[in-house]
């Protein structure tokens, strides 16, 4: 499956949409990245501090985890990838 493909049913996923609507709400900036080789693609998430973060997404067109479970899990990352 070619990347710009991948991208685009990375967009539509869920998941995605309730993990960016998360981030843009708290103001965090991220890209969607294609793994390189085999695996999902991922958020690279720019922390306050300028480091970055990688969160792994699913690139089917639907997600197969609970919306509040996502967000939950970045909130998670997110505070590990800070220190707090």
């Not at 294609?34 to 501090?49: E, Y």
């Not at 197969?64 to 899990?73: E, G, K, L, S």
């Amino acid at each position: 499956m070619s990347r710009m493909r991948i991208a685009a049913k990375v967009r539509k996923n869920p998941d995605y949409l309730a993990a960016s609507s998360y981030l843009d709400q708290i103001g965090l900036r991220f890209e969607v990245v294609n793994h390189p080789g085999k695996g999902h693609p991922f958020l690279r998430i720019t922390l306050p501090h300028g480091d970055t973060m990688a969160f792994t997404i699913a690139c089917t067109p639907r997600g197969r985890i609970n919306q509040d479970a996502v967000v939950a899990r970045l909130k998670r990352a997110i505070r590990l990838a800070m220190g707090a």
